[in-house]
Nanobody, 115 residues
Framework: QVQLVESGGGLVQPGGSLRLSCAASGIIFRIYAMGWYRQAPGKQRELVATIITGGNTNYADSVKGRFTISRDNAKNAVYLQMNSLKPEDTAVYYC?????????WGQGTQVTVSS
C-alpha cells in the first residue's frame, strides 16, 4: 500500500519560512519523480515544484528563488523549504510521486500565511 504523508504545515507570518516534509512508503522511492502541488480555496490545484530521480528540479515561476525542493532517497523523503512566504502562498500543499502511468498523492498539509 502506497502512502505519502506530509507534515510541517502551519501558520506563519508574511516573510517567514516553513519546511514541508513528505514521507513515502510502499514504493521504490529512488525511481520515482517527486513533487509538490498546492490548492488554494476556490482555485485549481497547481504545480509548485518537482524533483526527478537524477536530482533535476523544476519550479513554478511564482515560487522560483523562494522555494527549494530536495529529496533524501535513504529516508524515502522529499522536502519543500519555503522562504519569504507571501499571503498568496496560502494553500493546502500536496506531495506527489510519479512513475509512468502511476501517480500517487498525499492527504495534504495546510499552509497559512497571515499576519
Amino acid at each position: 500500500q502506497v502512502q505519502l504523508v506530509e507534515s510541517g504545515g502551519g501558520l506563519v507570518q508574511p516573510g517567514g519560512s516553513l519546511r514541508l516534509s513528505c514521507a513515502a512508503s510502499g514504493i521504490i522511492f529512488r525511481i520515482y519523480a517527486m513533487g509538490w502541488y498546492r490548492q488554494a480555496p476556490g482555485k485549481q490545484r497547481e504545480l509548485v515544484a518537482t524533483i526527478i530521480t537524477g536530482g533535476n528540479t523544476n519550479y513554478a515561476d511564482s515560487v522560483k528563488g523562494r522555494f527549494t525542493i530536495s529529496r533524501d532517497n535513504a529516508k524515502n523523503a522529499v522536502y519543500l523549504q519555503m522562504n519569504s512566504l507571501k499571503p498568496e502562498d496560502t494553500a493546502v500543499y500536496y506531495c506527489t510521486a510519479g512513475l509512468g502511468n502511476q501517480h500517487y498523492w498525499g492527504q495534504g498539509t495546510q499552509v497559512t500565511v497571515s499576519s
